[in-house]
T-cell receptor, first 112, second 112 residues
Framework: ETAVFQTPNYHVTQVGNEVSFNCKQT?????MYWYKQDSKKLLKIMFS???????VNETVPRRFSPQSSDKAHLNLRIKSVEPEDSAVYLC???????????FGKGTRLTVV | GEQVEQLPSILRVQEGSSASINCTYE??????FPWYKQEPGENPKLIID?????ERKQTQGLIVLLDKKAKRFSLHITDTQPGDSAMYFC???????????FGKGTVLLVSP
């Protein structure tokens, strides 16, 4: 049963365009994340927010910018996408410490 | 930061046999070690986890072992079934905000 909802499911765009992905969780968690899963299935954290505050910001190109309006919502904007941005972007949520991280079904981005 | 190595990358077993996946980590401060199962086209789902105050945990045909001195943890699936075929990820968390570093994944193939 999904409790982390992501939109859109898929997005195909051209190099240089801007895209935005949305995520909402209904679990009452304080912490939300963006993970990137590439074509080799490698899962890497990009950002983490706790109660609307950015707490983890991995080495991610500056064209990526997350935004959180409240602890249940976390969006991701990518300005001027590049081919290497093609991946599945997984939103997730959890309580802050050492607890299960729940993943959404992901947004598959294809940059042509 | 943390680095997690996972082996093997592909594991083929016969139905009814056991399967073992091994992971090592670098950061001795890591204290939470979850295992996720991801089926094709689906999101990763937690199957079992262990915290650093435990050495062994078992649930529903899954056993996870943790050796903190060796910085090693492992997943053992007993009596494998075709439905166990999937990608499995180990992860380690070394921060108070549940930042997970994932291994590269193991494709488990269970043949009838």
């Amino acid at each position: 049963e999904t409790a982390v909802f992501q939109t859109p499911n898929y997005h195909v765009t051209q190099v240089g365009n801007e895209v935005s992905f949305n995520c909402k969780q209904t679990l009452g968690h304080d912490t939300m994340y963006w993970y990137k899963q590439d074509s080799k299935k490698l899962l890497k954290i990009m950002f983490s927010y706790n109660n609307k505050q950015l707490i983890v910001n991995e080495t991610v190109p500056r064209r990526f910018s997350p935004q959180s309006s409240d602890k249940a919502h976390l969006n991701l904007r990518i300005k001027s996408v590049e081919p290497e941005d093609s991946a599945v972007y997984l939103c997730a949520s959890s309580y802050p410490r050492d607890t299960e991280v729940f993943f959404g079904k992901g947004t598959r981005l294809t940059v042509v | 930061g943390e680095q997690v190595e996972q082996l093997p990358s592909i594991l083929r077993v016969q139905e009814g046999s056991s399967a073992s996946i091994n992971c090592t980590y670098e950061n001795s401060a890591s204290n939470y070690f979850p295992w996720y199962k991801q089926e094709p086209g689906e999101n990763p789902k937690l199957i079992i986890d262990i915290r650093s105050n435990m050495e062994r945990k078992q649930t529903q045909g899954l056993i996870v072992l943790l050796d903190k001195k060796a910085k090693r943890f492992s997943l053992h699936i007993t009596d494998t079934q075709p439905g166990d075929s999937a990608m499995y990820f180990c992860a380690a968390s070394d921060s108070g905000y549940n930042k997970l570093t994932f291994g590269k994944g193991t494709v488990l193939l269970v043949s009838p």
